[in-house]
């Protein structure tokens, strides 16, 4: 009868790895799945622990990277809008003054708040350099 308690914490640990998404709950409840099995077959609880170490321990050595790897690991390549205005040409929209911090660029279609080592008149072309916040440090082309 105790395989049932196994089920449904296996359960909870499948239902919580949806929100945690790092592989961790998903291998406790594989090794719970293993002592619900033990346990349906008549072993006793010091078997029950033990298939539980082994294959919660087999699926986080084994299984786990795996999974890291081929599923979560393009999400790491991917850059926000914010991150990747760094590179890109500017048009200075209002003059940029770095003694008072004043000045705007615009940056593919967005205006940005932007600042620069030396100031810079409207008009004027120039890459983005840096991103502080929400100020964009812009140097002349």
Known sequence: MTYYIY???AVCCFIGELFSMEFSLACVGIGLLGSSLTSWLGGNIWWQVAVFI????????GVRPFALK???GRSKHIQTPAEA???QEALVETDIDPQNGS???KVGG???KATAAK???AGTVCVVE???GVTLTVRPK
């Open 119 to 121: 100031p810079l008149s």
């Open 85 to 87: 205005v760094i590179g």
């Open 54 to 61: 082994v294959v919660a321990g087999g699926a986080w050595i």
């Open 130 to 132: 840096k991103l502080d």
């Open 103 to 105: 000045g705007r660029v």
């Open 110 to 112: 967005e205006s940005w």
């Open 7 to 9: 089920l449904i914490l």
């Open 70 to 72: 081929h599923l979560y």
